[in-house]
């Protein structure tokens, strides 16, 4: 069944700290929990880390025809992938959740040292927090749906914005999209740096998506100027 699927993740080491230890193990619960399904990470060097760039770097090394765009810091229940994938054939894509849970930190570090499997021993430390107006994190695709889109929009400078630009071109060329009342369970890591101070940018070239949500011609000409700017 995961034979068709590429998980694609964005990723930023923080040199052999506790998030990298959470990506190794949750690169560990896919291998046991996802048998045949192909990782493809998307670690950049570059500064300052963008992660539209990360995840098209991804994709560059799929070699399924499904895609899984994935959060390095999540894990979910096996079937609500199959569950995803069947729903491929009447919808243009999937967001499989509603609702996360949030280990902390010391409940993070606890599952780190069990064996990867599903549901983990560890129980959630406080209620599911409302994900419905989340966009990314994860998401389930066919790649001739990505490809439509251009994959992500690059201008896009660290974190923020992204995953919105990103849902309002698939909306648009290959939509409808379907959300599914389940829930994901986020593992801990420090927090980043700080705000990006690239946000500002980033949710005007949003605005600039979504004011053309919709509009056919008008979301291919924005996606367009990606490879004219670099020209």
């Not at 060097?45 to 799929?62: V, Y």
Request: hydrophobic letters at 40%.
């Amino acid at each position: 069944m995961y034979t068709q699927v590429s998980v694609l993740i964005p990723y930023m080491s923080d040199e052999g700290g506790l998030r990298d230890a959470s990506f190794n193990w949750v690169c560990r619960f896919y291998e046991a929990l996802f048998p045949g399904i192909q990782l493809c990470i998307g670690e950049l060097a570059d500064e300052p880390f963008s992660r539209s760039k990360a995840i098209n770097t991804a994709a560059r090394q799929a070699k399924r025809d499904i895609f899984v765009i994935a959060d390095s810091d999540l894990i979910f229940a096996p079937w609500l992938l199959g569950k995803s994938m069947s729903l491929l054939d009447h919808y243009g894509w999937v967001i499989p959740y509603n609702r996360i849970h949030r280990l902390s930190r010391s409940s993070t570090e606890v599952l780190l040292g069990q064996r990867p499997k599903w549901p983990p021993d560890i129980m959630p430390d406080q209620a599911p927090e409302n994900a419905r107006r989340y966009t990314g994190g994860l998401t389930v695709l066919k790649r001739t749906a990505f490809e439509a889109v251009q994959g992500f929009d690059e201008r896009f400078i660290g974190w923020g914005a992204e995953d919105d630009a990103f849902a309002c071109s698939l909306d648009t060329l290959s939509g409808p999209r379907i959300r599914l009342d389940e829930a994901l369970t986020h593992l801990w890591h420090p927090p980043g740096s700080g705000s990006n101070p690239n946000y500002a940018n980033n949710y005007a070239l949003f605005l600039r998506y979504w004011e053309v949500r919709g509009n056919v011609g008008g979301t291919r000409r924005l996606i367009a100027e990606r490879t004219a700017g670099s020209r």
